[in-house]
């Protein structure tokens, strides 16, 4: 009995390897199965390789650039002018100093710099006596202890510490205060202000695009909306020094200073907007079909069901947008330069000026720095710090969206 080979098993045929059944369907005795060459897309993998080396390695130059820049920052001693001299001429042996009582506070424990560079000696502070005299310890650092004459100038040495840097609560190098607080807390200010502003608005206009809005409206909204985000910063800069805070001011009173972090904060999270709306929508458009006519199926309206079936669906997407646009508000330049202020203040009252890190690198950078002085150092210490506190919220969106990201079948 012949026996069928179709039946309760696979047929023979399909059961040989790939080659021998495309010969036996089609009857020629040799098929080519080999990979036949495609230079045009090997070039293009190579360009695309390419493209991402180049990403990697000028994150990379970056990140040494502004480490070894800021490595001087906190390494080198800077010699500040304590706009003070010697009132009388000092031996060699003297460890008893008369100083001019004007100028800066002297404190037990700083070294000093007396003398012109060609003749000049490095002393340690070990006792005040009053303001005009000072009680040291000649010829520290290797220096040799020599004479100097009345009128000798007075330096203080300035050496930034991480401690100094984090916990001091005054930024001015040029005196030797040290504390990026005083410009992360406005910084801070601005962003959480911008975030009240475009996260709601944001997000608002992401949903009623992408689920309310019908294509007619939605092909009109959407480039409009995203026009936002193509308008020059210093626009927006002026539009909140000219029209938002004389907008504050007329609702809250002169309490509101002209340069001030709140019409700053709402104007940073206008410009925002584009970017929180157009992740969330793409979010918002991922979630299946199937999810949302389930919802419909069991009576559910269509606030409830984005309220309780979209939103938890596409939590991961719209985190990560929040965070993008957080990272956004943080860097802003350009508003916070024209609208917020042109000086550090340690400060959270939204109606008070104050500046950003983004906005003192712009406005000092602007001007005379010389070439590793104290100030030029600094501006590299706060990119450094801005450039961490912008990767780390990189790094929590990717967390986020890994431990929220919904995968559908």
């Known amino acids: ?88 001429a000092i031996s060699a042996d003297d460890t008893r100093l008369s100083v001019a009582s004007s100028g800066s506070a002297l404190n037990v424990g700083s070294t000093l710099r007396l003398g012109f560079d060609d003749a000049s000696e490095h002393v340690l502070i070990t006792e005040i006596v009053n303001n005009e005299t000072i009680i040291v310890e000649r010829g520290v650092d290797g220096t040799t202890a020599v004479e100097h004459t009345t009128g000798a100038p007075v330096y203080v040495a300035a050496q930034v510490t991480l401690s100094k840097f984090l916990t001091d609560n005054k930024w001015s190098p040029q005196i030797g205060r040290f504390g990026v607080m005083e410009l992360v807390i406005p910084t801070l200010v601005i962003t959480v202000i911008a975030m009240v502003v475009s996260i709601p608005l944001g997000l608002g206009a992401a949903i009623y695009i992408g689920e309310y809005a019908n294509p007619r409206v939605r092909s ?33 009173g002169v309490q509101v200073q002209v340069y001030n972090m709140l019409s700053a904060g709402i104007v940073v999270g206008i410009l925002i907007i584009p970017t929180i709306s157009s992740i969330g ?31 938890p669906a596409a939590l991961s997407g719209i985190v990560a947008a929040v965070i993008l646009g957080f990272s956004r508000a943080v860097g802003e330049t350009m508003i916070v330069l024209i609208a917020s202020g042109a000086g550090p203040n340690l400060t959270v009252n939204p109606f008070d000026s104050a500046e950003t890190m983004a906005g003192h690198i712009a406005r000092i950078s602007t001007g005379d720095l010389s070439y590793g002085s104290i100030d030029y150092n600094s501006v590299f210490a706060i990119g450094l710090t801005l450039f961490i506190m912008t990767l780390l919220l990189n790094f929590a969106s990717t967390l986020v969206t890994r431990r929220f990201r919904e995968v559908y079948q």
């Not at 098929?31 to 495609?38: E, F, I, Q, W």
């Not at 190579?46 to 180049?54: K, N, P, W």
């Not at 820049?69 to 009388?88: G, I, R, V």
């Open 1 to 88: 009995m012949e026996q069928d080979m179709s039946f309760g098993a696979q047929p023979f045929v399909e059961r040989l390897p790939l080659a021998e059944r495309i010969a036996a369907k089609t009857g020629r005795a040799e098929v080519g199965l080999s990979k036949r060459p495609r230079p045009a897309e090997r070039a293009i993998s190579l360009f695309l390789l390419a493209c991402g080396a180049l990403s990697i390695l000028t994150t990379i130059g970056f990140t040494v650039v502004l480490g070894s820049e800021a490595l001087h920052f906190f390494s080198t001693t800077e010699w500040l002018n304590a706009n003070k001299q010697t009132t009388a």
């Open 220 to 252: 009109i909204l959407k480039p409009i909306l995203e026009i936002l985000a193509g308008i020059p910063t210093v626009v927006y800069g002026y539009f909140a020094l000219t029209f938002v805070t004389p907008l504050l001011q007329s609702i809250f």
């Open 281 to 311: 929508e793409d979010a918002l458009s991922a979630v299946p079909r199937a999810l949302r006519e389930a919802s419909y199926g069991l009576g559910a309206t269509k606030l409830e069901t984005v309220f309780k079936v979209l939103l």
